[in-house]
């Protein structure tokens, strides 16, 4: 009974991450084309590099995603092909007309059916957390080139005041755009990451109290919980984790400027200057629906709730 609900529960959410990109694409296309042109002003070779890197580094991360999710479909298939007929069950309930558990051609050939429709689930799911990570890295790495470029500004002797005011309002706008990036990926990964932080927790609880329910000898049953478990406690810690990168990051542009040769400037450029001090004083904390915040701290709290109810089942 377990084993359907947790697996339920995972398509649940992947449907209602289908159709939160579904429903915001227009935010996605948005997005895409505000980062085309943060991209477009990125000359220096040492931050091409950098983005190169931040990209093959989402490809990356993609693979890693892959792996356990699919060595899940396999593990959850050899649990259950080389079960006991009395014991046999898919990872749906059907209703047949005929004893499906006891007919071995039957069963192996609706297992088959179900082992295919999971795995293009679990692509589907991988896609789906991936996109919005590396999302979420790509922003990091606009802001870590924004703050490069706040602190040089004021640097070169040989430009006029006139191009040191240009090039500080062109990082103000800069960083106006990283702005709208953040609130874009709020509307669009609001609702998918809603849904998997408010799952996450139970199916944890629930799959940490079967752990205590099976028996050693049973290796299949016991790797599959196993490598599930581990699969939803990435599921929400990467994009918190990549989340508070981002918070960080944004905590320090303001630092950047300061650092900055904004001393020797004219009235004008501190008047400026000032007023993006202000502005960006107050760093990118990404939100999930304004519930959550998107930060390593909900991850925790989503640990504490999963114990929580973990030992309210194991007292019961």
Known sequence: M??????????????????ALFTTRKGLNEFLEIIKSLDSEIHDESHIFQMNKTI???????????????????LLVFQTIYSKPETRMWSS?????FKWAQRTNVYVGGLFLQGIANTCIVLFAVAADTYGVVMLQILSTHIDILQDRLK???????????????????????????????????????SALFAQFCVSGVVLCTSAYQLTMIAPENFSKLSFVIVYFMCMMTEIFVPCFFGSVALEKSRLIGWKIYESNWMKQDKRYKQAFSIFIQRSSFPIHLTVNK???LDLSTFLKILKTAYSLFALLKNV
């Open 2 to 19: 377990v084993d359907r609900s947790v697996i339920t529960s995972s398509v649940v959410v992947v449907v209602v991450k289908a159709i």
């Open 56 to 74: 093959k580094i989402g490809h990356r991360l993609y693979i890693s995603y892959l792996y356990p999710y699919i060595s899940t479909c396999v």
């Open 93 to 97: 309930t059907y209703a047949y007309p």
């Open 152 to 190: 040089c500004l004021g640097q070169a002797k040989e430009l006029s005041s006139d191009e040191h005011f240009n090039q500080l309002i062109s990082g103000c706008k800069t960083y106006e755009n990283i702005l709208r990036c953040s609130k874009l990926l709020e509307s669009t990964l609001g």
């Open 291 to 293: 519930i959550f915040f």
